[in-house]
């Protein structure tokens, strides 16, 4: 019964639904192909087969602007514009962005994750915050679940150095916290 508590387990559950799941929903020779179904079920596999490999086999796929199956902090500097948590949990520091133009852009994507994103009081920035099947909570307490929001900070109107941060969330949730 010990192996109930086990990674791999687990694991084989996760791909073996999977697999069901893909062979449930193609019917090839009627022409009826469900997309939808067919992606959450590569999905499974997916996660399935991460399980049973380990965290270590993608560390090749993590750089400084990007965290993808695991947990992390990324900061970001005057040349950083994108930032992407695919299935893992991490902490954008926005707060050494300095716009040297008078227009900066910023992008995160969040995907099946979690991610909190720090920006300064002190900095113009407006937020385009877009949400599919997740929350993204803006620096006002307002909640985005599902569709756009757009947010500005108090010195936005005043400032000719201005900073586009755009957020996506998609089966993910980020937070937006001003800092001082």
Not at 8 to 25: H, K, P, S
Request: net charge neutral; aromatic share 10%.
């Amino acid at each position: 019964m010990n192996f109930f508590f086990k990674g791999y387990f687990w694991a084989l559950v996760i791909i073996l639904a999977g697999v069901l799941m893909l062979l449930n929903t193609t019917n090839i020779f009627h022409f009826k192909i469900p997309v939808g179904s067919i992606i959450i079920a590569l999905l499974l596999i997916l996660l399935g087969v991460q399980l049973l490999i380990g965290p270590k086999s993608f560390s090749g796929l993590k750089s400084s602007h990007e965290v993808i199956f695991d947990e992390g902090k990324l900061e970001a500097n005057e040349t950083d514009n994108k930032f992407d948590v695919i299935f893992g949990k991490s902490t954008i520091d926005l707060t050494q962005i300095s716009t040297k133009t008078n227009h900066s852009t910023v992008k995160v994507d969040v995907v099946f994750g979690q991610g909190t994103i720090k920006i300064k009081k002190s900095d113009s920035i407006r937020i385009k915050a877009s949400s599919v099947f997740g929350n993204i909570t803006l620096p006002n307490g307002t909640n985005v679940s599902f569709g756009d929001r757009s947010y500005e900070t108090d010195s936005y109107h005043d400032s000719d150095k201005k900073i586009q941060l755009t957020v996506d969330v998609v089966f993910g949730e980020a937070r937006i916290e001003v800092v001082e």
